[in-house]
Structure formats: C-alpha cells, structure tokens
C-alpha cells in the first residue's frame, strides 16, 4: 500500500464529507465518519449518527457514547484512542429511525475500506444492523450475542447497542460487559476460540463465513 493507513482514512473521510450515495446526505449536518488508533486491534462498529454525532462529526458522543466509553474501560481496559470506533452509516437518518438496507449498502464502500485499512483482530457489532451487515444474517442480536465469530483474519463479537442498555434494562448491561469481557479475551489469546456457526437467514452485507473467507464486491475503488 503506498499510503499509510492514517493518511489513507483522512483521504477516505474527506471522500465521505461529499458524498451523495443516498437520501440520508441533504439532511445531514456532518458526515460521521470515524475516529480512533489506525492500528487498532479493537474495532467497534454502530448502525448510524444520532443529534450529538451529526452535530460534531465524531461516533458515539451523545449519552450512548458515554456507556460505550464507561462499558470499554471498566471491561477491556482501553479509552476510545486506543480502538477505532465507526459506523454502518456515515450520516444520520432523519429523526434517528433505523438505517435502511439500502441505505447501508450506498455506505458499505466506506466501511469495507475501514475494516481493510485497519485490520482489526476483534470487531465489536453493537446491536442488529451491524451485526446482520457484518455476518451477513437476518438473525436478531439476541440470537447472535454471546459468541464469536470468524471474520475477516480476525473475529466478530456481536453485542447490544448501548441504546438499548440505557433504556433501564440492567440484564442488557449485564450482557453487554460479558461481551465485551469476551473481546478482550480475544484480543490478548494466543490460541484460537472456537468459532459459532453463523445462522444463515441469510441478509446481504459485509459478511463472511467463519473460515475467514473475504466477501465482495472490494472496497478497492475506495483504496
């Protein structure tokens, strides 16, 4: 590669902060693209901007960014800086309802070129969009959760959006610090997990099977 990884996102991010790929971009204040360590070995992915994101430009700022942050430091050890944090959608959906399948797919480009540059060991899915784009199943997170899959060279932990932990439910959180327990155990093994079979309600997207096979198209237009 010819450019370094930090000079790659920054050529990438400024690419995203004119796109125009789907209806989500005249509505949008700022395109959120991502932000973190270009070297992460921990990568957390979202399903899309809320108010504080597209405000400031920057993921999981508002309240759900707090948990994010709090759950990160207390269950693996790390600040924000030290992973890399992004989502599914780069800009916010009107009146934060959910992204939509093609709106994701206008965005896959982007985040298929993020997870190339940076080479994350463990990728954490938080909540259903990303983790059904990411391991391509229609499946709900709270089938998917609990376990890991292959992706990629490295691994996917699926978890719940801290969206849902903040609505009251202390089981959620409890969960959630399981899991992310469970991606910092990945990231320090030495010998390989055993890997769970993806349930194959099959759902376009980013996904691969647990052998680690790449999906396509490339994001190498983008790279």
């Keep these: 590669m010819s450019e370094d990884r930090a ?12 796109c125009t790929r ?37 993921p999981f700022v508002g309240r759900s960014g707090q948990l994010l942050d709090r759950l990160m430091q207390e269950e693996i050890g790390l600040e ?26 206008a965005c896959r480009p982007y985040l298929e070129a993020q997870l190339e540059l940076i080479e994350p060991k463990v990728v954490v899915t938080l909540g259903n969009f990303a983790t ?22 490295g691994y996917v932990v699926p978890t719940f959006h801290p969206s849902a932990a903040l609505r009251g439910n202390p089981l959620v959180v409890a969960q959630m610090r399981a899991d992310f327990v469970r991606a910092k155990e990945l990231l320090h093994a030495s010998e390989p997990p055993l ?29």
Excluded: W
């Design 132 to 153: 059904r784009a990411l391991l391509g199943t229609a499946e709900p997170i709270s089938r998917l959760r609990g376990r890991v899959y292959g992706f990629r060279s």
């Design 7 to 18: 000079t790659a996102l920054a050529r990438l991010a400024r690419e995203a902060s004119n």
């Design 195 to 223: 890997l769970s079979p993806v349930p194959r309600q099959v759902q376009p997207g980013l996904g691969t099977s647990p052998t680690g096979s790449r999906p396509s198209p490339s994001p190498s237009r983008l790279l």
């Design 80 to 105: 924000r800086d030290n992973c890399y944090i992004c989502n599914c959608v780069k800009c916010r959906p009107p009146g934060n309802r959910d992204p939509q399948a093609d709106e994701i797919e």
């Design 22 to 58: 789907c209806r989500l971009a005249p509505g949008r204040t700022k395109v959120v693209f991502g932000t973190g360590d270009p070297h992460a070995k921990l990568m957390f992915v979202g399903e899309g901007p809320g108010e504080q994101e597209d405000l400031q430009g920057l």
